[in-house]
């Protein structure tokens, strides 16, 4: 039964890891748009997060319901009954590596997931340093802050698309590593 629990705990923490590179592409994404203040409670992390990280866990968690990949996950529960025999010794070096292979790659998707986002707030405030050396009786990150926030809103409507994409096939071939 322990080593059940120990199964079930494991592969059920890989999921949530992998889950958790909308998280830190959300987190990441607020901070480049000036929306790292706004947070609410994110019922997919069990956390506070910001605004963006947790409309995009949702958003997600529907379109995993919606293109039926919560049958895979289903799937993997039934194949790890195959993988790992009941009774046997939990391979715990294995689920370690997996668990290292999936916070690496997690943060590699969260990264490309944001990574518009990244440039974009590369350069604006590269822009907005030089207009604030030019002028530096006006206080222009008061006057810039809203624009910022409109241009990252107008980038994130744009992007939603391509970024929840990418994420579904992170997540469908991570998913993949339980079914053999």
């Known amino acids: 039964l322990v080593m059940e629990l120990g199964l079930g705990i494991a ?3 890989t999921v949530r890891l992998v889950m958790s590179a909308l998280s830190v592409a959300g987190t990441a994404i607020a901070f480049q748009t000036g929306l790292a203040f706004a947070q609410n409670v994110d019922p997919a ?3 506070q997060s910001a605004i963006f990280a947790t409309f995009m866990s949702m958003t997600a968690i529907t379109l995993i319901f919606l293109t039926d990949l919560h049958h895979l996950l289903i799937a993997a529960i039934v194949e790890s009954y195959t993988m790992f025999q009941p009774g046997n010794v939990i391979p715990v070096g294995e689920f370690a590596e997996v668990a290292t292979t999936t916070i ?3 943060f ?12 974009f707030g590369l350069l604006f405030y590269l822009g907005v340093g030089v207009l604030a050396r030019l002028m530096p009786q006006v ?3 008061f006057v810039i802050m809203p624009v910022n926030i409109f241009l990252g809103f107008v980038l994130f409507a744009l992007l939603l698309a391509v970024m929840i994409r990418m994420f579904i ?3 469908e071939s991570s ?3 339980f079914m053999g």
């Open 11 to 13: 592969i059920g923490l």
């Open 104 to 106: 690496a790659n997690s």
């Open 139 to 141: 206080q222009i990150f």
């Open 169 to 171: 096939g992170y997540f």
């Open 45 to 47: 992390q069990g956390v």
């Open 108 to 119: 590699r998707v969260a990264i490309q997931i944001s990574a518009p986002f990244l440039a």
């Open 175 to 177: 998913i993949q590593i």
